[in-house]
């Protein structure tokens, strides 16, 4: 094993779905729903940070926000 295939095996493999946990009522809003962050669409559900959010919606922007990296960091450098 190389260290270019060490590095990329350490690196998580984003399934849409399984990315997040969010059963702990700590990310329902008992109050109402609001604007999702990234749709606008109404929702219950908070993020990590308590801002309205599809629990979808927050997984897609995570899978596109690792892919930007991974591809802005080719080998490992800018
Ligand atoms: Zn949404």
């Not at 849409?16 to 700590?26: K, T, V």
């Not at 604007?35 to 897609?60: N, V």
């Not at 899978?63 to 960091?73: E, H, L, M, S, T």
């Amino acid at each position: 094993m190389t260290a270019r295939t060490r590095r990329r095996s350490a690196i998580p493999e984003f399934h849409p779905g399984q990315i997040l946990d969010w059963s702990s009522s700590a990310h329902w809003d008992y109050d109402g729903p609001g604007p999702c962050r990234y749709c606008g669409q109404p929702t219950r559900l908070l993020d990590s940070h308590r801002h309205h959010a599809h629990k979808t919606c927050a997984e897609a922007a995570l899978a596109a926000q690792y892919a930007q990296a991974q591809a802005d960091y080719q080998d490992g450098a800018l």
